[in-house]
Nanobody, 122 residues
Framework: QVQLVESGGGLVQTGASLRLSCAAS????????MAWFRQAPGKEREFVAA????????SYADSVKGRFTISRDNAKNTVYLQMNSLKPEDTAVYYC???????????????WGQGTQVAVSS
């Protein structure tokens, strides 16, 4: 069982930066791939970024490439999402998710956090 707790959201202006954190419980954090998703009002949840167990492989949605960076610190059981050059369309609830090592790409994510709100004003 893994529990995920996000933090770091807030209200910022266009062009600002935020860093989201997701703290995971348990001693097997390094056995999980991690990801960030987001859900804007009235829209479906969408993929933002993912990172493998070691941090050596990352992937991003086209809409955030070059602006967002996902990273992890396995010693701290934490995954981060550095968000730069924020735009109003980045406004959403951001969720982190965990998936067990070895799970096929595209398989469901096993654990989810409760989400943290990010609002970007124009």
């Amino acid at each position: 069982q893994v529990q995920l707790v996000e933090s770091g959201g807030g209200l910022v202006q266009t062009g600002a930066s935020l860093r989201l954190s997701c703290a995971a419980s348990g001693r097997t954090f390094s056995r999980y791939g991690m990801a960030w998703f987001r859900q804007a009002p009235g829209k479906e949840r969408e993929f933002v970024a993912a990172i493998n167990w070691s941090g050596g492989s990352t992937s991003y949605a086209d809409s955030v490439k070059g602006r967002f960076t996902i990273s992890r610190d396995n010693a701290k059981n934490t995954v981060y999402l550095q968000m730069n050059s924020l735009k109003p369309e980045d406004t959403a609830v951001y969720y982190c998710a965990a998936r067990a090592l070895g799970a096929p790409s595209g398989s469901p994510w096993d654990y989810w956090g409760q989400g943290t709100q990010v609002a970007v004003s124009s």
